[in-house]
């Protein structure tokens, strides 16, 4: 790798020792590139301070004063101090106090210029002058450091002990000057100019110390144009990785399935359905891919109840069927236990081996170790232990993808002979999200649900109308029809104030005692979950009560009523998947969701959208602006750069923009033949992430 100025150690850098490359160290700044890299988290206009006769209280500003009087006031001992000092800008007085902060007296002395930034207040007694507590400051010294440190946009850096924001500002400063503009930039420059974007040169030098970067509000907000400039450069780095890894991945050797079909057609003419036009479709493209000698990626995305474990099986029949084995991978064991009961009589009639493979006790008389022989292998994480083996594994389909991260994926793949892998996804991640995140897989989409649908009533009740919500369940109970009530936790001592499953099953079969109750929850053993589960499907349960191990996959067709129990309490996907328990069969069913007091603000707009619409992509939008991405994405998207300066909602643009570069320059020049610095800078990017370049 050719190395640059820029990837000198921070020491060469003037003002800078070997203490302060270890305090700078801790910041995670080692070299002059990670210096620049390393951006102001606020600005403060400084250009024109207002004067403290101007401050308001509630104001949060930043204002200049010379130090005319402090004073230092100790209680009890030495436990309690304050130290104030009154600041005189010419006009007016401002009070600036530090609570327990005593060593201040030995910066602040009379007659010192300082900088303060903070929130104004009344003193006690309503009269002037106004106060600061405990504000952000800064001592001023000489004429040379007004260049620096006023008079403009300054930044304000996050800082470590040892080093004052006016050291840290001033190394930042002679930094700028000596090697921002000369950075060289590793985008390309058609693709800047294209878009309008600044250079690396001049933007770094903007995000620093601004000079035309346009209004403070846009500075702090993260959008600025020299902002964004940074924020399409991460976009633009994590699209060409995963497209560099996507067309490596098909160079890659790995099984070229060619299924007879039989068991498929077998399977097909056993459903008491037909498949819909979109199930077709995705068959179809999983099946072109199987046949591909190059291993499968591929992510399938339909709402809740759209009918993906279908052709997932029947793509996993294809498998056995050429002599492979085939793998189902779930998040919970509840929905592996789900998926395996569903497929077990199936296997049998095929005359298929079937085991199910659960983190749990081992009391299926299973060897959670060692190697699986069997056909078809349903699970939860545990199929992916190091010490579980497959005597040839073909397929690979993960359930619910969301829960399982990237490295996970990779982890899987290694058991096999490089398996194909379908991932199956009842979260619907919004389109740019998801070509973003997945950008190496290939996506389907089942877009409609099977006909005959009549679609869920959502209704949000208060909890004081329970008669109204009984009637209902006896309603549905009387039809035939069965009901799940969920809560939020197992027990009432474990959450002050929340409702429980255990409790709730007791009320219930109080309440309805003509009527089979049934509970369900995490800690009984997987045994009895079964058999609930099961009893629950034969129609010997009415009711069932339980926490959120139904949440994914459970599919009973003739429970027509979900009942959530402190439904303020649940994140937005996680309702909808609740309620996709509800409306599989032919009838109408019912979402019913009480909320107890107080319900937030957030509670309130998630319970709305429920009320609003069943629209899996919808709801996911939502979510994702309600929650932020790192926590919509449940494992802080494992297994892909952070992104600094990037934001996927607030930049959501941007990330378009900079997919469809990445692609085009991908498609021009593959191995960056013409773009070796970028290249560099792609490896640096994804470190430790994927060997982007030398997997093909
Ligand atoms: P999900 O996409 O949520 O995994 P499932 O695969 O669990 O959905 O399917 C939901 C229900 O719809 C199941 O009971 C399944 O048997 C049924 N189903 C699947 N495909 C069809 C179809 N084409 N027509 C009617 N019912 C279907
Ligand atoms: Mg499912």
């Known amino acids: 790798m050719k190395s640059s100025k820029a990837d000198l150690s921070i020491q060469q850098v003037k003002g800078v020792g070997p203490q302060r490359t270890r305090l700078l160290a801790k910041l995670g700044i080692a070299t002059i590139r990670d210096a620049l890299a390393y951006l102001p988290f606020r600005y403060e206009d400084r250009s024109h301070l207002i004067s403290v006769g101007e401050l308001r209280p509630g104001n949060v500003a930043t204002v200049m004063g010379k130090v005319a009087a402090c004073n230092i006031l100790r209680r009890r001992g030495k436990k309690f101090s304050i130290f104030d000092a009154t600041l005189h800008d010419g006009g007016s007085y401002l009070t600036v106090k530090w609570f327990n902060q005593p060593f201040m007296q030995k910066h602040v002395a009379l007659g010192r210029t300082m900088v303060v930034y903070g929130m104004v207040k009344e003193n006690t007694r309503g009269i002037p002058p106004l106060e600061m507590e405990n504000p952000e400051y800064e001592l001023l010294i000489d004429d040379a450091d007004s260049q620096i440190h006023t008079n403009r946009v300054v930044p304000v850096y996050r800082i470590t002990e040892g080093i004052s924001q006016k050291q840290f500002r001033k190394i930042m400063f002679t930094l700028v000057q000596e090697h921002a503009a000369a950075m060289e930039d590793p985008v390309p420059l058609h693709i800047t100019v294209r878009n309008g974007l600044p250079g690396l040169g001049e933007t770094l030098c903007e995000l620093h110390f601004p000079e035309n970067a346009g209004n403070i509000v846009e500075l702090n907000s993260g959008r600025s144009r020299y902002h964004r400039r940074l924020a399409f450069d991460e976009f633009f780095f994590l699209a060409m990785g995963l497209a560099v890894f996507k067309k490596s991945g098909h160079r890659e050797k790995g099984i070229s399935f060619c299924p007879a079909g039989g068991l498929r057609r077998d399977l097909l003419k056993l459903l008491p359905f037909t498949l819909t036009a979109a199930q077709q479709r995705v068959m179809e493209q999983i099946d072109r891919d199987m046949r591909q000698p190059y291993p499968m990626n591929r992510l399938l995305q339909g709402d809740v109840g759209c009918g993906k474990t279908v052709v997932a099986f029947a793509a996993m029949l294809d498998a056995v069927e050429c002599g492979y084995q085939a793998a189902l991978m779930a998040p919970t064991e509840t929905l592996a236990e789900q998926h395996y009961l569903n497929i077990r009589g199936m296997i049998e009639m095929f005359g298929l081996s079937g085991d199910l493979r659960t983190g ?181 349960i009415d009711i069932l009560v339980s926490t959120t191990v139904i949440e994914v996959g459970v599919d009973v067709p003739n429970a027509t009523v979900m009942l959530i129990v402190h439904a303020e309490r649940f994140g937005l996907s996680q309702l909808h998947q609740l309620r996709g328990r509800v409306g599989r069969g032919v009838d109408s069913s019912r979402c019913i969701l009480i909320a107890y007091p107080p319900v937030s603000e957030d ?92 997997t093909g």
Not at 503 to 531: D, N, S, T, V
Not at 606 to 631: C, S, Y
Request: hydrophobic share 40%; glycine share 8%.
């Open 603 to 694: 509670a309130r707009r998630r319970l709305n959208v429920m009320i609003q619409t069943n629209d899996g992509f919808r709801i996911a939008e939502e979510d994702l602006k309600l929650r932020g991405a790192g926590e919509f994405l449940g494992t802080r998207q494992a297994g892909l750069p952070d992104l600094k300066n990037a934001d996927l909602i607030r930049d959501a643009a941007i990330l378009d923009t900079a997919r469809q570069e990445a692609s085009d320059l991908i498609a021009h020049d593959e191995r960056l033949l013409k773009y070796s610095f970028l290249k560099q800078r792609l490896d640096v990017f994804w470190k430790e992430k994927m060997d982007i370049f030398n």
């Open 360 to 540: 749990g006790s081992g009391a299926r008389g299973k060897e959670r170790t060692g190697e699986c022989t069997s056909d078809i292998i349903v699970g939860t994480h545990a199929l992916i232990q190091e010490r579980l083996t497959f005597r040839k594994l073909g397929l690979v389909v993960i359930d619910e993808q969301h829960k399982f991260g990237v490295m996970q994926r990779a982890l899987l793949r290694k058991k096999g002979v490089h398996p194909d892998v379908l991932i199956m996804t009842a979260t619907p991640i919004p389109r740019s999200l998801a070509l973003t995140l997945y950008g190496d897989l290939d996506c389907s989409v089942i877009s409609e649900l099977p006909p005959g649908r009549k679609g869920i009533a959502t209704a949000w009740v208060e909890a004081d109308r329970k008669d109204e919500i009984f009637a209902v369940l006896k309603q549905e109970i009387s039809r035939g029809r069965q009901a799940y009530v969920v809560y939020p936790a197992i027990e009432e001592s474990e959450t002050a104030g929340l409702r429980s499953v255990t409790r709730g099953h007791e009320a219930f079969q109080r309440k309805f005692p003509e009527y089979r109750i049934g509970m369900l929850h995490g800690r009984m053993r997987p045994e009895e979950r079964e058999q609930i589960m099961e009893r629950f499907r034969m129609r010997e």
